[in-house]
């Protein structure tokens, strides 16, 4: 005679608690390195953004100050930068208060270097306590077409990559994403 044998359902009945934390721990480890590679790209594409924009506007300054027969000038502080003319009286003025060359604020937590001919040069300090200081542009781009040979580094503190753009002589402004290390 055969008796029918019960099956046993102990070791099937779920998930032991080892598993689950592993899985947890797992889960938690793709999450971190995944809000890693956003905060870094969000920074990344706000740079990106920034370096064209002023790319964009060195070019259009330059096509401005051929097509109006101008000289305009570059001046860059540690919170921004603007284009400036020679005003009625002869002082350099900001060009224009409205409109795409507009003055700037750089927006945080970027900075520019620039180099002029190959020097290095700082920000130009704007002034304080009411004394008047006399403006000058950094560099200048001529009714001719041509700009003085500068190179401006768009950059984040503790990031690495950052742009570079280039005016050359010639009125040409080129911009290239210089990696870590080169």
């Known amino acids: 005679m055969n008796i029918p044998r019960r099956q046993s359902r102990g070791g099937s009945a779920g998930f032991t608690l080892i598993e689950i934390l592993v899985v947890v721990v797992i889960i938690g480890i793709i999450v971190t390195f995944a809000t890693l590679s956003i905060g870094n790209r969000a920074l990344d594409d706000r740079l990106e953004t920034e370096s064209e924009r002023l790319q964009q506007l060195l070019q259009l300054a330059s096509e401005e100050a051929e097509t109006k027969g101008i000289e305009l000038g570059f001046r860059y502080t540690a919170e921004g930068y603007a284009f400036y003319?020679?005003?009625?009286?002869?002082k350099w003025e900001p060009y224009p208060t409205t409109g795409p060359l507009r003055p700037r604020v750089l927006p945080q937590p970027?900075?520019?270097e620039l180099q002029v001919e190959g020097r290095p040069v700082p920000p130009a300090v704007d002034a304080q306590?009411?004394?008047?200081?006399?403006?000058?542009?950094?560099f200048l781009l001529l009714s001719s077409g041509d700009i003085t040979a500068a190179a401006l580094d768009l950059k984040a503190p503790g990031y690495a990559p950052h742009y570079h753009i280039e005016c050359s002589e010639l009125g040409k402004v080129t911009r290239?994403?210089?990696e870590e290390g080169s």
């Not at 003319?85 to 002869?90: D, F, N, R, V, Y």
């Not at 306590?129 to 950094?138: A, C, F, L, M, Y």
Request: net charge positive; no cysteine.
């Open 129 to 138: 306590d009411g004394k008047e200081t006399k403006i000058e542009p950094q």
């Open 110 to 112: 970027f900075y520019l």
């Open 85 to 90: 003319a020679t005003g009625k009286t002869g």
């Open 176 to 178: 290239t994403r210089v």
